[in-house]
């Protein structure tokens, strides 16, 4: 069984900054593509970033580029989405996701991710 869970989220105010963290168990996680998305109270769940499986190739909606980072570490089973300049319309919670179908890859639909997080709240203030 593959279990993901995130850390790091918090309130913050406008302009600051936060580093999620997703740790892996269960599986072979350098087999996996990884993603973070987040969702808003009252949105649908809206795709982040990805970063494929050897961490050279990362994906970023247009919002937030520039702005966050997302990197991963093999070694210890954990993806990382450092996000800075942070701004009100960030706040969401932000689920971590992994996957390992071929249409994962630059994937930003939820549907092709096998395996979630629970969840971690980011609130900025304004």
């Known amino acids: 069984q593959v279990t993901l869970v995130e850390s790091g989220g918090g309130l913050v105010q406008s302009g600051g900054s936060l580093r999620l963290s997703c740790a892996v168990s269960?599986?072979?996680?350098?087999?996996?593509?990884m993603g973070w998305f987040r969702q808003a109270p009252g949105k649908e769940r809206e795709f982040v970033s990805a970063?494929?499986?050897?961490?050279?190739?990362?994906y970023y909606v247009d919002s937030v580029k520039g702005r966050f980072t997302i990197s991963r570490d093999n070694a210890k089973n954990t993806v990382y989405l450092e996000m800075n300049s942070l701004k009100p319309e960030d706040t969401a919670v932000y689920y971590c996701?992994?996957?390992?179908?071929?249409?994962?890859?630059?994937?930003?639909?939820?549907?092709?991710?096998?395996?979630w997080g629970q969840g971690t709240q980011v609130t900025v203030s304004s």
């Open positions: 996701a992994g996957g390992r179908r071929p249409s994962v890859m630059g994937s930003r639909s939820p549907d092709d991710y096998d395996y």
């Open positions: 269960g599986g072979t996680f350098s087999n996996y593509a």
């Open positions: 970063i494929n499986w050897g961490g050279g190739v990362t």
